[in-house]
């Protein structure tokens, strides 16, 4: 009986906990100091992913490559299909765990980088440079582990109006932050990743940080076929927002996964109580029956 509750508490667990893991925020504990506000800020509301299936990508915008190198989206396509990522490369938390994400997903996809699709990365800050794109890249490279495919990874960088006509091409919805007392600007913004083809279309929008390895070894073969997926539940993770009336930063799905793991405790811990209590009941009527037996045996 014992086994039997510790099994269903386990349950409980998976069953409670899974909503919890699907929305991944980081540690950073730096940053969450004074009060937090666990409702999305109004600027949130100019915050998005627009899933714009079969939408062409403007292939003719110049960027700058991981090299230095002025090149064209058009030059990562007509032959395979690609993973696109909209990112910033100072981002203090989402950006990376995108990209470690995308990068665990990989590793465990048959295909390879370089050979069977291209991974394109764009700085959404068009202040950043080819220094912070190449140290990217090689991070990720490293990452990965098979440095024979770097010629699949594109790390890219660009001017704004390029910039702005890409992220509006894929529904890529931010809201640029200027921190008081410092020129430079943060974004906020939702975590997505995009499969394009070989012609350059939307393909398949993936939600979130974490990606399953099988459906992004799906999404590629699809869109290898020129096949465009179909929309999926737009659950969105946020990056922090820049509360100015304090200076402080708040994490807003950190609020909300921290609270959710206290009710899933209590939970718990009330529905195992309730188990090891029967099961001690039961265990002490049984004892108390056989004692009663043996009584009678033994008069």
């Not at 393909?203 to 099988?214: F, I």
């Not at 076929?225 to 708040?250: A, E, F, M, Q, W």
């Amino acid at each position: 009986m014992r086994s039997a509750a510790v099994a269903a508490a386990g349950a409980l667990v998976l069953a409670l906990g899974s909503p919890l893991v699907s929305a991944q925020v980081s540690a950073y504990g730096d940053k969450e100091t004074g009060p937090t506000n666990d409702r999305p800020p109004t600027l949130l509301n100019g915050v998005g992913i627009d899933q714009r299936l079969n939408t062409q990508l403007p292939l003719n915008l110049a960027f700058t490559d991981d090299a230095g190198k002025q090149v064209t989206l058009a030059s990562y396509f007509g032959k395979s299909p690609a993973i696109l990522a909209l990112v910033y490369y100072r981002c203090p938390m989402l950006c990376s765990e995108e990209l470690d994400g995308l990068t665990s997903s990989l590793e465990m996809v048959r295909y390879v980088p370089g050979k069977d699709f291209n991974i394109i990365v764009v700085s959404i800050d068009p202040t950043e440079g080819t220094d912070l794109a190449a140290a990217k890249k090689r991070e990720y490279v490293k990452r990965y582990g098979r440095p024979e495919t770097a010629n699949g990874w594109h790390f890219l960088t660009g001017t704004q109006p390029n910039i702005d006509a890409l992220t509006q091409a894929v529904g890529f919805r931010y809201v640029k932050l200027t921190v008081p007392g410092s020129s430079q600007m943060q974004y906020a913004h939702a975590s997505s990743i995009q499969i394009v083809t070989p012609e350059g279309k939307l393909a398949q929008y993936y939600m979130g940080v974490e990606y399953s390895p099988k459906d992004m070894l799906l999404g590629l073969d699809e869109a290898s076929s020129n096949r465009i997926g179909s929309p999926v539940d737009n659950i969105l993770t946020y990056c922090y927002h820049y509360d100015p009336t304090t200076n402080k930063h708040d994490l807003i799905i950190a609020r909300v996964i921290q609270l959710g793991g206290f009710v899933t405790v209590v939970l718990l811990g009330g529905f195992m109580f309730v188990m090891f209590r029967r099961d001690y009941k039961l265990e002490h009527l049984a004892a108390t029956a056989t004692l009663g037996k043996a009584k009678k045996v033994n008069g």
